[in-house]
C-alpha cells in the first residue's frame, strides 16, 4: 500500500468517470494494479489498464458488487453505478434478465439467444421467483400462479426505450401463458393472430427499430377459474398519426402500405386503381427514402396479415374496405393542389382530376362534393354558416388533417373488431393478467404535444411503480413488527398534478386555448408562464429557448417546444369533410365516423388531452385493481449489435426507466436488511466465539454483535426475521470485518507460508541429496573403469613382452639353422666343385700315362734322367693328394656339424611347439632315439649325412691315407653300433671341442663323451624322454632376456 493511497493492490475500488463531460457519465469498477504517491493503475472491467490520480479512486467497492448478482436489490451498495456494473457484468455472459426486487431488468441481446424454448417453459412452470435464474417466463409464471391462488388480477408492466424489446416481451409473455393454459384451443391461437395484425397496421420502420409500435396497448388475457384462456382485451394508446403523411428520413410509415403494394395481385390492384407498385410513386410513403426492410419480405407479411384477419373472423369484404380506405389515403397523398385566387383572396384547387375521381370511387362519395371540401371550409359564425376558400398550403394541411383521422379511425376500427372476436363475454367477470407494451420517456430535442402526453403516461406509471415499491417496503416492515412512522418519501405526485390532475393544469390549460378561436400556441405559452411559473418543477426557457416551458420530470428536466400544440389537440379535420364522408356508399367509413356531428357543436368535440386523459385514467385504474410486475427493457446500443454495452446510453435509461426509486425508497428507511442467521454468520468473528449457530439465538447474538460493534444511538431494528440497518451502519460493520479478516488472513498466511516453505526445505534438501549420491556414484564408476583400463593395458604389455621373447628365440634359432643350412649348401657346392676338378686331374693324369708311353720310347733313350724326373712328378702327385684328402676330411666334418645342429634345432622345436608340429609330425619321421638309432636302421637325418659317404668311391673308402679314418660301412648299407657311436662322436664331437683341423679325433673325446652319456643314464632325475635323444652337448645357453620391463 502507498502512502498516497489507502487502497490496496488488487482491491476492487469506484474509479470517478475519466473525462467524461456527459451528465450520464458514472464511476466505474476497477480492480487496483500499481499504486503510486499521485496516481493508480487500476484494470477496468473490460480488461483495460489506465492511470489514473490518486484521488479518482473513490472508494473501495462494496463486497457484494464485486460478482455479478441476480437480484440486485442483494446489492450493500445499491447506486446508479453499482446497477449498471451488475448488469454489465451479465450481459457480458449473455444473462439478459436480472431482478430488482420484484422489477425485472431485460437488456436486449439483439440475437436470438436459446432461451425461450419448451425446455424453459417447463423448468420455469410452477417455480418460485426467486428459485431459478431471472427470466421473463419466471414473472409471467408467477403472474399465474398468483392469478390462480389469489383470484386476483395481475398486471405487468412493460416499459422501456424505442427498440429495448417490449414488443418482443409482451409476445414471449403472451406465448408463455398460451402454452401453459394447457388447452391449445382456437380463442388463443385468435389472440396471438391478432399481432401481426397489430403490428402491421401500428408499426413501422424508425431509425431505432425496424419494426416500433407506433402505439401504447394494454392486453388483458382473462382466464376461466381453471386457468385456462377464455378471451382477450385490447387496449390501445395514443397512434402516432403524424407518421402517415410524414416520414423522418431512413423511417417508413406504417407496414400495411409496403405490405399492400407488394402483396396484392394485378387484378385486386387494377379495381383499387394501383396503377404503380413501388411505394416510392406514392408521396405518403416516399418522403424517408426507405422502402424495404432487411430480412423481412412485405409480399409474404400481407400473406400472413390477410391468414391472420381470417383467423380473426374478418370478412372478405371487410378486408376489401379496409383496403379501399388504405388505397384512398395513398391516392388522397398524391393529390396535388394549385394555388389560386378569389375575390382577391389566396384560395387553392385540385390539380389532379384523375386522382380526385380514385378517391371519391373508393371512399364512395361524389367527386364535386369532394373537391369542395377539400378545398373549401365552412364555419359556424353568429348563427351562419360561411364557406371560405382555403389557402393551397391549408387545403393540403386539411387533407393531411383527414387522413390522419381517416387511419387512426381505421386503427381504431381494426382493434375494436379484434375485440369483438377474443373479448367472447366481456361482461362476465374473469382475473386477468394484463400486459402493458408502453412507450417510455421521451427527451428528444425537439418535444412536442405527444412527448407530453407519453411522458405524462410515464409519470402515472412512475407513481404507481413507486406506490407499489412503497407499498411492498410498508408490508415488509409492518411484517417484521418495524416502526416505519418516522420513513418519509417523496413520491411525484406534484408532476402529475401539475400536468393533468389538478385544476388549471397544463393540460386543461391546452384544451382551454385549443377551444378558444383566438388561441394559437404562443397565447397557449403566455398562459402556462403565467399560471406555472413560480412552480419549481416548471422550468421556463431561458433566453434562448424563450418560446420553450420545460417541465421537471421524475426522470430529468424536459423542455417542450408549443408549436403545434392546439392543432395537434383538437385533433379534428375540416368538418365539411366529416359531413361528406358521413354520407359516403363506403359502410366501413361511415363506421368509422359515426356520429354526424352538428356544424355549432364542433367545439364540443373530445380533444386528444381528454380522450388520452380518460383512457390512461381507465388504464390507471385497472392497473391499480390488479397486482402489478414490472419489466423494464433496456436498449444496449442504438447500433443494434449484440455484445455491445454503451454505458452512457444504458445509464440514461435506468434514470428515465425510474428504477433507482427502489434505492431511494429504500434509503429512505433501513436500506440494508439481513437475515438474522446470515448476518451472524458474516459478523460473528466480531465477538467472541459464541458455538455452533444451530444452538444459539441468532436474534439474540445479532443484537451482541450489534451492541458490540456499533455505536448506542445508531438508528437500528431488530425484526422478527430481520435487523434492519442503515446504510453507515452497515458500512461500519463491513469495515470492522475486513480489517479482521485481513488480520486473521495474515496469520494464516504466516502460518501456511512456514509449513509450506518447511516443506520446501526439506524436499529440496533431499533433492540436494539424490543429486549428490548420484554424482558420487557416477565419479566412482569412472575412477573403476580408468582402473580396469590399466589393468587391461597391463596384461597386454606382459602378454606382448611373452609373446616378444619366445619371437626372438624363435628367431634366433632360425637364423642358427639358416646358418648352418647356408653352411651345408657351399660345401656340397664345393664337393662338386672338388670332384670336378679331380676328374680333370685324372684326365691330365692319362694325358700323362700317354705322354709317359710316348716318352718310354725317348726313356730308352733318356732313362736316367727321365727316371728321375717322373719321381720327381710322382711325388709332387702324391702331395697333391694328401692335401686333397686332408681337405675332403675337413670339410665332411663341417658338414656333419651342420647337420648335428639342423637336427637339434628340429628337435627343440619339435619340443617347445608339439600342437604347432602335430600335423607336420604325422609328415616328417620322429627323430629316433640314441638307443633306437643304435639299433635300427639309421634315420633319414643321418642317411642326409652318409650319403655323401655312401657315394664315395670304394677305392676312396676302403683305403687309408694320410691319417685319415675311412667309414666303415654294413653290406646292406647300416653302420654297427660301434661304427655309428663312432660316427656321433666323430659328427658332434668336434662342436664340443675346439675345432681341430690338424688330425682325427682322439679317443678321449670318444669316451669324454660315453662317459657322460653313462653319467646321464645313471642319474634318476634325468627325464629318459632327454636321453632318448642324440645328447646334444652344444646346445646354447639360455639368452639372457635383457630390457624385460617394458610396460
Ligand atoms: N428477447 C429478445 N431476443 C432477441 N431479440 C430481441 C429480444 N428483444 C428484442 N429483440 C430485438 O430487438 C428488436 C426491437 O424490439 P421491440 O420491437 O420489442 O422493441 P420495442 O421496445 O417494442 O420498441 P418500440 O418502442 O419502438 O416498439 C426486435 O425486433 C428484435 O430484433
Ligand atoms: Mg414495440
Not at 377474443?422 to 430535442?445: A, Y
Not at 455452533?692 to 441468532?698: I, Q
Not at 632360425?814 to 648352418?820: F, G, M, N, S, Y
Not at 653300433?977 to 688330425?999: A, C, I, R, Y
Request: a positive charge; glycine letters at 4%.
Amino acid at each position: 500500500m502507498d502512502a498516497g493511497c489507502p487502497h490496496r493492490k488488487g482491491e476492487y475500488v469506484w474509479v470517478k468517470p475519466q473525462n467524461a463531460t456527459s451528465e450520464f457519465a458514472v464511476p466505474f469498477g476497477a480492480r487496483i494494479v500499481r499504486t503510486e504517491k499521485t496516481q493508480t493503475l487500476v484494470c477496468d472491467d473490460r480488461k483495460k489498464q489506465l492511470w489514473v490520480p490518486a484521488g479518482d479512486v473513490l472508494k473501495a467497492m462494496h463486497i457484494t458488487s464485486q460478482a455479478d448478482v441476480e437480484d440486485m436489490i442483494t446489492l450493500g451498495d445499491l447506486q446508479e453505478y453499482t446497477i449498471l456494473r451488475n448488469l454489465e457484468n451479465r450481459y457480458a455472459k449473455q444473462l439478459i434478465y436480472t431482478y430488482t426486487g420484484s422489477m425485472l431488468v431485460a437488456i436486449n441481446p439483439y440475437q436470438i439467444l436459446p432461451i425461450y424454448t419448451n425446455r424453459e417453459i417447463q423448468l420455469y412452470r410452477n417455480k418460485a421467483l426467486i428459485e431459478l435464474p431471472p427470466h421473463i417466463f419466471a414473472v409471467s409464471d408467477n403472474a399465474f400462479q398468483r392469478l390462480q391462488r389469489h383470484k386476483e388480477n395481475q398486471c405487468v408492466v412493460i416499459s422501456g426505450e424505442s427498440g429495448a424489446g417490449k414488443t418482443e416481451s409482451t409476445k414471449l409473455i403472451l406465448q408463455y401463458l398460451a402454452a401453459i393454459s394447457g388447452k391449445h384451443s382456437w380463442i388463443e391461437q385468435q389472440i396471438i393472430e391478432a399481432n401481426p395484425i397489430m403490428e402491421a397496421f401500428g408499426n413501422a420502420k424508425t431509425v431505432r427499430n425496424d419494426n416500433s409500435s407506433r402505439f401504447g396497448k394494454y392486453i388483458e388475457i382473462r382466464f376461466t377459474p381453471e386457468g385456462a384462456i377464455q378471451g382477450a382485451r385490447i387496449q390501445q394508446y395514443l397512434l402516432e398519426k403524424s407518421r402517415i403523411v410524414f416520414q423522418s428520413k431512413e423511417e417508413r410509415n406504417y407496414h400495411i402500405f409496403y405490405c399492400m403494394l407488394a402483396g396484392l395481385t394485378p387484378p385486386e390492384r387494377q379495381r383499387l386503381m394501383l396503377q404503380e407498385q413501388s411505394p416510392s410513386q406514392y408521396h405518403y410513403l416516399s418522403q424517408g427514402g426507405c422502402f424495404t426492410l432487411p430480412g423481412r419480405g412485405d409480399a409474404k407479411d400481407f400473406a400472413d396479415i390477410r391468414a391472420a384477419m381470417k383467423v380473426l373472423s374478418f370478412k372478405p369484404e371487410e378486408m376489401w374496405s379496409i383496403l379501399c380506405l388504405l388505397a384512398a389515403i395513398l391516392h388522397l397523398g398524391n393529390l396535388r393542389f394549385k394555388a389560386t385566387e378569389v375575390a382577391n383572396q389566396e384560395a387553392a384547387e385540385v390539380d389532379d382530376d384523375e386522382n380526385l375521381k380514385r378517391v371519391a370511387k373508393l371512399l364512395g362519395i361524389p367527386v364535386a362534393p369532394l373537391n369542395l371540401a377539400l378545398t373549401q371550409r365552412t364555419i359556424f359564425v353568429h348563427g351562419e354558416h360561411v364557406t371560405t376558400s382555403l389557402s393551397k398550403e391549408s387545403a393540403l394541411e386539411g387533407r393531411d388533417a383527414f387522413v390522419k383521422s381517416l387511419y387512426d379511425g381505421i386503427f381504431v376500427r381494426i382493434v375494436r373488431r379484434i375485440n369483438e372476436t377474443i373479448n367472447k363475454q366481456p361482461d362476465r367477470p374473469m382475473n386477468s393478467i394484463g400486459v402493458l407494451d408502453i412507450f417510455g420517456f421521451e427527451n428528444f430535442d425537439n418535444n412536442s404535444f405527444e412527448q407530453l402526453c407519453i411522458n405524462y403516461a410515464n409519470e402515472n406509471l412512475q407513481q404507481f411503480f413507486v406506490g407499489h415499491i412503497f407499498k411492498m417496503e410498508q408490508d415488509e416492515y409492518q411484517n417484521e413488527h418495524i416502526n416505519w412512522q418516522h420513513i418519509e418519501f417523496q413520491d411525484n405526485q406534484q408532476i402529475l398534478d401539475l400536468i393533468g390532475m389538478k385544476p388549471m393544469n397544463l393540460m386543461s390549460l391546452i384544451d382551454e386555448e385549443s377551444k378558444f378561436p383566438k388561441g394559437t400556441d404562443n397565447t397557449l405559452l403566455e398562459k402556462l408562464h403565467v399560471q406555472h411559473g413560480n412552480r419549481s418543477i416548471y422550468v421556463k426557457g431561458k433566453t434562448t429557448q424563450t418560446s420553450l416551458f420545460g417541465i421537471r420530470h421524475y426522470a430529468g428536466v424536459v423542455m417542450y417546444n408549443p408549436l403545434g400544440f392546439l392543432e395537434k389537440n383538437r385533433d379534428s379535420f375540416s368538418g365539411d369533410l366529416r359531413s361528406l364522408v358521413q354520407r359516403s356508399a363506403n359502410k366501413y367509413l361511415v363506421d368509422i365516423f359515426p356520429q354526424e356531428m352538428p356544424m355549432d357543436t364542433a367545439k364540443k368535440q373530445p380533444t386528444l388531452c381528454v380522450k388520452f386523459r380518460n383512457s390512461l385514467d381507465m388504464l390507471m385504474r385497472t392497473l391499480s385493481q390488479a397486482h402489478p410486475y414490472f419489466i423494464r427493457c433496456i436498449k444496449p446500443n442504438e447500433y443494434k449489435e449484440p455484445k455491445n454495452f454503451d454505458k452512457e446510453l444504458c445509464v440514461r435509461q435506468l434514470r428515465y426507466s425510474g428504477m433507482m426509486e427502489t434505492a431511494r425508497i429504500r434509503r429512505a428507511g433501513y436500506p440494508i436488511r439481513t437475515a438474522y442467521r446470515a448476518f451472524v454468520e458474516r459478523y460473528r468473528l466480531l465477538v467472541p466465539p459464541t458455538g455452533p449457530l444451530e444452538k444459539c439465538d441468532c436474534r439474540q447474538l445479532a443484537q451482541q454483535i450489534c451492541l458490540a460493534t456499533l455505536p448506542a444511538d445508531s438508528d437500528r431494528q431488530f425484526g422478527k426475521t430481520k435487523i434492519f440497518l442503515r446504510d453507515e451502519d452497515d458500512a461500519s460493520l463491513e469495515q470492522q470485518r475486513s480489517q479482521l479478516m485481513l488480520k486473521s488472513i495474515v496469520t494464516i498466511q504466516r502460518g501456511i507460508r512456514r509449513v509450506l516453505f518447511r516443506r520446501y526445505l526439506q524436499r529440496y534438501r533431499q533433492a540436494i541429496v539424490t543429486v549428490q549420491r548420484h554424482w558420487r556414484g557416477r565419479l566412482q564408476r569412472r575412477k573403476y573403469q580408468i582402473m580396469r583400463q590399466g589393468f587391461h593395458r597391463l596384461g597386454a604389455c606382459i602378454a606382448a613382452q611373452q609373446l616378444t621373447t619366445k619371437f626372438t628365440m624363435v628367431r634366433c634359432r632360425t637364423i642358427k639353422l639358416q646358418a648352418l643350412s647356408r653352411g651345408y649348401l657351399a660345401r656340397r657346392e664345393f664337393k662338386g666343385k672338388l670332384a670336378a676338378r679331380r676328374e680333370q686331374q685324372k684326365e691330365e693324369q692319362q694325358k700323362l700315362v700317354r705322354l709317359k708311353e710316348e716318352q718310354e720310347l725317348q726313356r730308352v733313350k733318356q732313362q736316367a734322367q727321365k727316371e728321375q724326373e717322373q719321381e720327381q712328378l710322382r711325388l709332387k702327385e702324391e702331395q697333391l693328394q694328401v692335401q686333397e684328402a686332408q681337405r675332403l676330411k675337413e670339410e665332411q666334418e663341417q658338414r656333419l656339424k651342420a647337420e648335428a645342429a639342423t637336427r637339434n634345432a628340429l628337435a627343440m622345436a619339435a619340443l617347445q611347439q608339439p600342437k604347432r608340429t602335430k600335423s607336420l609330425k604325422q609328415e616328417a619321421p620322429k627323430p629316433p632315439t640314441l638307443q633306437a638309432r643304435m639299433s635300427l636302421p639309421p634315420p633319414p637325418t643321418t642317411l642326409i649325412v652318409a650319403a655323401p659317404l655312401a657315394t664315395r668311391p670304394a677305392s676312396q673308402t676302403t683305403a687309408k691315407t694320410n691319417g685319415i679314418v675311412p667309414i666303415l660301412e654294413s653290406p646292406q648299407g647300416y653302420n654297427d653300433v660301434e661304427s655309428s657311436k663312432q660316427m656321433v662322436d666323430d659328427v658332434f664331437g668336434f662342436l664340443n671341442d675346439e675345432p681341430d683341423v690338424s688330425g682325427p679325433l682322439g679317443p678321449n673325446v670318444k669316451e669324454k663323451s660315453l662317459m657322460f652319456e653313462r653319467e646321464l643314464r645313471l642319474r634318476r632325475d634325468v627325464p629318459t624322454k632327454l636321453l632318448s635323444r642324440p645328447v646334444n652337448y652344444y646346445e646354447a645357453a639360455p639368452r639372457k632376456i635383457v630390457n624385460q620391463t617394458r610396460l
